[in-house]
């Protein structure tokens, strides 16, 4: 996890743990399935998580996440994969 403040709509730590292995487990088959060419992730999952809930607990166009989440471009991204 990157070094910033907390948000309120950020997942708990317990939460996390939850969800974890399921992301990872996604992450990991996708990687696999792209035959070792393109770009590797930048982004934590958690982060995107974080940036997913912010967005839902504050009804704002993800055009407008802070920038202390990865770009609303890749936070989209994922959300629409999920």
Known sequence: MTD???????SS?????LVEPTLTAW???RTERALAFG????????DLLD?????????IPWRYLPHDYPP???V???FARW
């Open 39 to 46: 770009r590797p992730p930048e982004h934590e999952l958690r």
């Open 72 to 74: 609303w471009e890749a």
């Open 13 to 17: 730590d317990a939460r996390w743990a």
């Open 51 to 59: 940036a997913i809930l912010y967005v839902d607990r504050t009804p």
């Open 4 to 10: 910033r403040r907390a948000y309120p709509s950020d």
């Open 76 to 78: 989209y991204a994922y």
């Open 27 to 29: 992450r990991k088959a």
